[in-house]
């Protein structure tokens, strides 16, 4: 089993930067791609970013293209995701997520993964 814990989530006003991290433990060596979904209230879960193993590719909702950016550090079993520009439109609870099966881009973009955080709550004042 793996684990995920998110933290960095805070209030933070627009135009203003968080840094999320989510730091992996138990069986990180099955660790595939790893991404970032968020959930606003009232709203599906969607996707907003993820990255593959090696960290050589990565992929972005359109909504925050230009703004975000999702790295890794295997050495540290941790997945970040560097905010800037925040909108009020960005606030939601972020979900670390990781696939423990290899599952093709498609399917990680789609949320197709195996192990999730319990999430981090970012709020972006107007």
């Known amino acids: 089993q793996v684990q995920l814990v998110e933290s960095g989530g805070g209030l933070v006003q627009a135009g203003g930067s968080l840094r999320l991290s989510c730091a992996a433990s138990?069986?990180?060596?099955?660790?595939?791609?790893m991404g970032w979904f968020r959930q606003a209230p009232g709203k599906e879960r969607e996707f907003v970013a993820a990255i593959s193993r090696s960290g050589g590719s990565s992929d972005y909702a359109d909504s925050v293209k230009g703004r975000f950016t999702i790295s890794r550090d295997n050495a540290k079993n941790t997945v970040y995701l560097q905010m800037n520009s925040l909108k009020p439109e960005d606030t939601a609870v972020y979900y670390c997520?990781?696939?423990?099966?290899?599952?093709?881009?498609?399917?990680?973009?789609?949320?197709?993964?195996?192990?999730w955080g319990k999430g981090t709550l970012v709020t972006v004042s107007s």
């Open positions: 997520a990781a696939d423990g099966n290899g599952r093709n881009w498609y399917q990680v973009l789609k949320g197709g993964m195996d192990y």
């Open positions: 138990g069986r990180t060596f099955s660790i595939y791609a």
